[in-house]
C-alpha cells in the first residue's frame, strides 16, 4: 500500500493551463485535449502531449533510462517523466486519466488484486485446513490438557503457506513498481520463478 501510494503521489495534482493568454492554475483533472501548458523546471508532466519547444526530461520512471533526454519541439511526450530543463509549453493530447502514468498506476492496481495460482491453491487449503485444526485444538481443550491444544495450534501453524506466499507476491509487485517495474500479476512472478534464460533488448536502460 505505501508503494502505490508514493506512485500516487508522485502524480502532480495541479497545472499551470493559458487561458485568454493569461497562466491560471487548474487541477489536473481540469485538462482537456488541446489545452496549452507550462511545465516548470523539475516538475511532472501531467498529462501526455507534445512540447511546443526544446525540452529536457528525465524518463527514468517510464523507461528506467538514468540520462536525460532530449525532446525537440514537435516531440510527443509522456506523462510521469519530470522536467530536467528550463521552463516549456506543452500542447495536452490526452485527459489526466488517460495519460501514460495514469494507466501505470492502474496496472499496479490490477496487478496487486490478481491473485498467483500458488496464492489461490493456499486459499483453498486453508479453507479446510484451518476449521480442521480448530476442531482439534477444541477437542484437546475440552479435554482439559490446554498444553496440548496449545501444541496443536504451534505445529499445525500454516503460516509458510497461507500468510508468506500472499504476503511475498504484493511485496515484490510493489517494490518492483517502486523501481519502476511494472509487473502484471503475481502469476507472472511465479512464472519468472522457473525461467532458465533471460534475453533482454540492450537499450541503454541497463547500464547502471
Not at 49 to 55: E, K, N, R, V, Y
Not at 119 to 147: C, E, H, K, N, S
Amino acid at each position: 500500500h505505501r508503494e502505490l501510494s508514493a506512485l500516487l503521489d508522485r502524480a502532480p495534482r495541479v497545472v499551470s493551463r493559458y487561458e485568454d493568454g493569461e497562466l491560471v492554475e487548474r487541477p489536473v483533472d481540469a485538462v482537456r485535449r488541446g489545452d496549452r501548458l507550462l511545465v516548470k523546471p523539475g516538475a511532472v508532466i501531467p498529462v501526455d502531449g507534445i512540447a511546443s519547444t526544446h525540452a529536457v526530461l528525465d524518463e527514468s520512471a517510464l523507461t528506467g533510462e538514468s540520462r536525460p533526454v532530449e525532446r525537440p519541439a514537435g516531440d510527443p511526450i509522456r506523462s510521469g517523466a519530470v522536467n530536467a530543463g528550463g521552463a516549456f509549453d506543452l500542447l495536452a493530447t490526452t485527459t489526466a486519466e488517460e495519460s501514460t502514468y495514469a494507466g501505470i498506476v492502474r496496472l499496479v492496481q490490477e496487478s496487486e488484486r490478481q491473485r498467483a495460482p500458488i496464492v489461490r491453491l493456499a486459499d483453498r487449503y486453508a479453507a479446510v485446513f484451518v476449521p480442521i485444526t480448530l476442531v482439534i485444538a477444541g477437542i484437546a481443550w475440552v479435554t482439559g490438557d490446554a498444553v496440548r491444544a496449545l501444541s496443536v495450534l504451534v505445529v499445525a501453524t500454516p503460516c509458510p503457506l497461507l500468510l508468506a506466499v500472499p504476503i511475498a507476491i504484493v511485496s515484490g509487485t510493489s517494490r518492483a513498481a517502486h523501481r519502476g517495474i511494472i509487473v502484471k500479476g503475481g502469476g507472472v512472478l511465479e512464472t519468472l520463478a522457473r525461467a532458465k534464460v533471460l534475453v533482454l533488448d540492450k537499450t541503454g536502460t541497463l547500464t547502471s
